[in-house]
T-cell receptor, first 118, second 109 residues
């Protein structure tokens, strides 16, 4: 049973270009989460999606960032007009069920995409 | 919003010494999870604690959840070089995970 897949593993972009990060959840998982990790810091939540729906995007910057999880295919995190401050590791996680306050469903993380903006 | 604060940020120990990292929240937590991230790797789930005062053990690792459900700790007995990495305490809130800053453990052989 393959784990969470992310590609590319490393991505280099020049300022102003677009970055597209892809995430395929574990088989049977319909909930996808994106997190960003700056060097020497913890992961910061960005967005939570189910198939074709954005459930919580409270951690997404208001401009240049968007995410989708179509009916078919991987989830995509898209960063337009990248700037140096976007350089970070972007992790995707998936779970089978949504976490609720009184119960928990483990999130499985992918290997991450390390984005470098020159 | 909900936050978890973690100390220390870094810890260097000699192999065989013990290690403890602490996690605190200003609000009552419904649960606390612990993740480990190896250098260059991704977070890997270790354990979840739900009940007040809960203690769980995994071999040399002991996890505690405070009585008030506002703090937690991870203790490693007799560290080994394979314990190297960053340990995160994590709270969950309606799906999303809220990570502490992490404690990075270095083990000197």
């Amino acid at each position: 049973n393959a784990g969470v897949m992310q590609n590319p593993r490393h991505l280099v972009r020049r300022r102003g270009q677009e970055a597209r990060l892809r995430c395929s959840p574990m088989k049977g998982h319909s909930h996808v989460y994106w997190y960003r990790q700056l060097p020497e810091e913890g992961l910061k939540f960005m967005v939570y999606l189910q198939k074709e729906n954005i459930i919580d995007e409270s951690g997404m910057p208001k401009e240049r960032f968007s995410a989708e999880f179509p009916k078919e295919g991987p989830s995509i995190l898209r960063i337009q007009q990248v700037v140096r401050g976007d350089s970070a590791a972007y992790f995707c996680a998936s779970s089978k069920l949504a976490g609720k306050q009184s119960s928990y469903n483990e999130q499985f993380f992918g290997p991450g995409t390390r984005l470098t903006v020159l | 919003g909900q936050q978890v604060m973690q100390i220390p940020q870094y810890q260097h120990v000699q192999e065989g010494e013990d290690f403890t990292t602490y996690c605190n929240s200003s609000t009552t937590l419904s649960n606390i999870q612990w993740y480990k991230q190896r250098p260059g790797g991704h977070p890997v789930f270790l354990i979840q604690l739900v009940k007040s005062g809960e203690v769980k053990k995994q071999k040399r690792l002991t996890f505690q959840f405070g009585e008030a459900k506002k703090n937690s700790s991870l203790h490693i007995t007799a560290t080994q070089t394979t314990d190297v990495g960053t340990y995160f305490c994590v709270s969950s809130n309606t799906g999303k995970l809220i990570f502490g800053q992490g404690t990075t453990l270095q083990v000197k052989p």
